[in-house]
C-alpha cells in the first residue's frame, strides 16, 4: 500500500544521545516536512524539503538536521538529544511543496530522558 | 508565530448540531487547506481551497475563504460521535524566494457528545 512511513513508532532516549527518525514515501511526491506536536502548541514545522537535494528551515530548526539524498528518504537528526526535544514527530509529504495536499505517517513519539 | 490560528481551541456540543472553527492567517496564500486528527494518529487532508474561491463542500463539510479577511470557517453540518477529534487549517507561506512549506495552526478540538 502506498503511503508514508516513519520509524520508530516510539523511543526513549538519553540526554545527550544521538538519534535518527526515519521517514519514507514511496508516492513519488516532490515536497517532505518534518513536524513536532506538543500539547498546547500544536504543529510545528521544524525542516522541509520542496524538492530532492534542498531543504529549509521551519519555525523551530535547532537542534535538528535534515538531509534529502533522493526523493523518497527524508530522516532527520537530533545530534544531541535534550529533554525539551520529548514529541510526538511526525513526517508528511506533498506532490508539489504547500499547493497539494499533505499525506502524514503514523508519528513518532520520542521521550528524552 | 503560527500562520493559522484557530478559533476556539475546544468545541463541545451535542451530536446532530452543526459545529463551526475558524482559523485566521497573516500572510497572503495560493491555498488553505483544512485537516482532521484522530486521537494518537497523523493528520488526514478533509479539503483544500484555492485563494479565488470562496466556498467548498465536502459531504457534510463546508469551507468558506475570505481573503480580505484573511479568515476561514469549517462547518461540519449534522455532527456524528465519530466526528470527534481535533481539526487544523493549514496555508501555504508563498516566499520571494519560490521556497513553499506548509505551516499548520494550533488547532480545534472538537467534542462530539452523544
Redesign the interface.
Known amino acids: 500500500i502506498a503511503g508514508i512511513t516513519q520509524a520508530p513508532t516510539s523511543q526513549i532516549l538519553a540526554a545527550g544521545r544521538r538519534m535518527t527518525l526515519r521517514c519514507t514515501q514511496d508516492m513519488r511526491h516532490n515536497a517532505m516536512y518534518w513536524y513536532r506536536q506538543d500539547l498546547g502548541l500544536g504543529l510545528r514545522l521544524i525542516h522541509y524539503s520542496n524538492t530532492a537535494g534542498t531543504t529549509g528551515k521551519g519555525e523551530v530548526p535547532d537542534g535538528y538536521s535534515v538531509s534529502r539524498a533522493n526523493t523518497d528518504d527524508f530522516p532527520l537528526t537530533l545530534a544531541s538529544a535534550v529533554p525539551s526535544q520529548t514529541s510526538v514527530y511526525f513526517c508528511a509529504s506533498s506532490v508539489n511543496p504547500g499547493v497539494t495536499e499533505a499525506f502524514f505517517g503514523q508519528g513518532t513519539r520520542l521521550t528524552v530522558v | 508565530s503560527?500562520q493559522g490560528e484557530e478559533d476556539p481551541q475546544a468545541l463541545s456540543i451535542q451530536e446532530g448540531e452543526n459545529a463551526t472553527m475558524n482559523c485566521s492567517y497573516k500572510t497572503s496564500i495560493?491555498?488553505l487547506?483544512w485537516?482532521r486528527q484522530n486521537s494518537?494518529?497523523?493528520?488526514?487532508?478533509l479539503i483544500?481551497i484555492r485563494s479565488n474561491e470562496r466556498e467548498k463542500h465536502s459531504g457534510r463539510l463546508r469551507v468558506t475563504l475570505d481573503t480580505s479577511k484573511k479568515s476561514s470557517s469549517l462547518l461540519i453540518t449534522a455532527s456524528r460521535a465519530a466526528d470527534t477529534a481535533s481539526y487544523?487549517c493549514?496555508t501555504?507561506?508563498?516566499r520571494v524566494q519560490g521556497?513553499?512549506?506548509?505551516?499548520?495552526?494550533?488547532?480545534t478540538r472538537l467534542t462530539i457528545n452523544p
Not at chain 2, 494518537?40 to 487532508?45: A, I, T
Open positions: 503560527q495560493n491555498n487547506q485537516y494518537g494518529r497523523g493528520l488526514v487532508h483544500l487544523f493549514a501555504d507561506q508563498n521556497a513553499q512549506k506548509l505551516v499548520f495552526g494550533q488547532g
